[in-house]
């Protein structure tokens, strides 16, 4: 059984940061793919950033240089480090564990919310303008 639990979310001020964190167990955690959702108010989840098994970072074109995805496989935790924070990324954000083992293919593979079979509950980020 995997178990995902996502940490750090909180209330900013625009312009801020935020760091993220995503603690796995229950299986070989450098083994697989890991990213980052968000779901807005009213709005579909949708892909923020994902990492694959061997370190190789993939961003939702818009939050690409604000935002910053890593693991540390040694201590089975994903972070994203979010920087210069908008109202618009005020959400829930959700890490997620894909559901099989290695390189999911491309670009287009690893924003897809079917790739990924586990997920975190969720910590909410707010963001005041």
């Known amino acids: 059984q995997v178990h995902l639990v996502d940490t750090g979310g909180g209330l900013v001020e625009a312009g801020a940061s935020l760091r993220l964190s995503c603690v796995a167990s229950g299986r070989i955690f450098s083994a697989y793919a890991m990213a980052w959702f968000r779901q807005a108010p009213g709005k579909e989840r949708e892909f923020v950033a994902a990492?694959?098994?061997?370190?190789?970072?993939y961003y939702a074109h818009a939050l690409k240089g604000r935002f910053t995805i890593s693991r540390d496989n040694a201590k089975n935790m994903l972070s994203l480090q979010m920087d210069s924070l908008k109202a618009e990324d005020t959400a829930v954000y959700y890490c997620a564990g894909a559901r099989i083992e290695g390189t999911l293919g491309y670009y287009s593979d690893y924003i897809q919310i079917a790739q990924y079979a586990h997920w975190g509950q969720g910590t909410q980020v707010t963001v005041s303008s």
């Open positions: 990492i694959s098994y061997a370190g190789e970072t």
